[in-house]
């Protein structure tokens, strides 16, 4: 029997049914529906990577290697797969012992029986205790310290990473206008419209767009506080080319460290998915403390349903975010509350998101040679299945995002 025969009598026993794919083997056999999405295994190494990794890790791995690749529109494919997987209630289904015994005869007979290969390098390695300084450092390094100039082939020209405010009656709205009208409202909610030269604390500052924004449209003296050395010396060039100097200043500081008083307006945007469920309580009670009495707190930050994991899955959580931690909206609002902020909005954002990931993949698709050039092949193919994939976590509600904005009580 050809190679793709038998791997698709295997997997109809696991997926109970047809295979949900056409799919190609490196022996150049093929099986599955032609007019499904079409996967090429290029080599056995992604078999072994699914032994030791079975569904989307393992399958994450053989893609950003490119042992397994998929032909056509990658969202498709993705999609249809999904929609498969919840059709024929797939979630939580685990082999029996017949199927894991044809398996590994599989595996035996295509020489990938063994020990798992080495990870991907792109795959992050992170030690340490769950968000410690230390720890918190090195994960934050491993995503943002890429290169800003890779990130500059994603990003619109605000270097904004987080969701876009997108108005639904102007389908040609660039993607910089979209961030203009995010930041902007971000200022307006903290009060920095009241008066110039409020003080005015960005945590998580990212690479400035809203600690610039703020500054250059509404005078405020503004301290940003990221982690990322890299994001550091991104801002601090863009400081002297627009002559800010007098008016940002960017500290590479984690939040727990801020020694500053109290602020007359605090913001973070989409940073409170990174500090952790048990830290929790420190940020809410940093953004509490930070911000003076009568002051206002904007936070916009992702979110999960309550029945989903709260991590970014398997593929985010060893790529891209490895401690991220999301909750259902509510559930933040009541540990803001419990810091003694007042909360006197939520905004939700979610569908914003979708059209905001579409720029961020149509600009990096664009420059994707360049990408290649710049990182290689497979941390290119990391940002292209992360990028789908986030788009696709939004799209179908699995993820949210919202604009949570709150009070000090006097």
């Known amino acids: ?240 080319e627009r002559d800010l100097g007098d008016l940002v200043e960017i500290r590479v500081q984690d939040y727990r460290e801020i020694p500053d008083r109290p602020f007359d307006a605090v913001a973070s945007l989409e940073m409170g998915e990174h500090v952790g469920q048990r830290n929790y309580p420190t940020y809410a009670r940093v953004l509490h403390d930070k911000v003076v009495p009568g002051g206002r707190v904007c936070i916009q930050q992702m979110s999960r349903p309550a029945a989903n994991h709260p991590g970014g899955g398997p593929f985010i959580e060893a790529y891209i975010a490895p401690d991220m931690y999301m909750r259902p909206v509510g559930d933040t609002m009541g540990l803001l509350e419990g810091a003694g902020l007042e909360v006197q909005g939520v905004q939700a954002m979610r569908e914003h998101y979708v059209r905001t990931v579409d720029a961020w993949y149509d600009t990096f698709e664009k420059n994707w040679a360049e990408a290649v050039a710049m990182v290689g092949d497979e941390v290119a193919r990391v940002w292209r299945i992360y990028l789908v994939g986030g788009r696709m976590a939004f799209r179908d509600g699995r993820m949210g995002v919202d604009q949570i904005t709150a009070t000090r009580p006097w």
């Open 1 to 240: 029997m050809a190679v793709a025969d038998e791997l698709a009598d295997v997997a109809a026993r696991y997926t109970g049914g047809t295979l949900p794919v056409h799919l190609t083997a490196w022996d150049g056999s093929t099986a599955g529906p032609d007019d499904a999405p079409h996967v090429v295994l290029y080599s056995p190494d992604a078999l072994r990577r699914l032994l030791w990794h079975p569904g989307e890790l393992g399958a994450a791995q053989a893609f950003v290697t490119g042992e397994l690749d998929v032909i056509g529109d990658l969202d498709d494919a993705l999609t249809h797969v999904w929609e498969v997987a919840a059709r024929r209630g797939l979630s939580g289904v685990r082999p029996g012992p017949r199927l894991l015994w044809d398996t590994v005869r599989l595996a035996r007979r295509y020489g990938v029986l063994g020990l798992p290969k080495p990870n991907p390098a792109s795959q992050a390695v992170i030690r340490g205790r769950l968000h410690s300084l230390g720890r918190d450092r090195a994960v934050i390094s491993h995503h943002y310290d890429l290169s800003n100039d890779f990130y500059r082939l994603i990003l619109d020209d605000h270097m904004a990473y987080s969701s876009a405010l997108w108005d639904d009656s102007d389908p040609h709205q660039s993607i910089e206008d979209a961030q203009a009208a995010k930041l902007d409202l971000v200022c307006r909610k903290v009060g920095l419209d009241r008066a110039k030269g409020l003080r005015f604390l960005d945590i998580g500052c990212g690479w400035g767009s809203l600690s610039l924004y703020a500054a250059e449209h509404y005078g405020a003296k503004v301290v940003g506080v990221t982690i990322a050395q890299e994001q550091k010396k991104f801002i601090d060039a863009r400081i002297a």
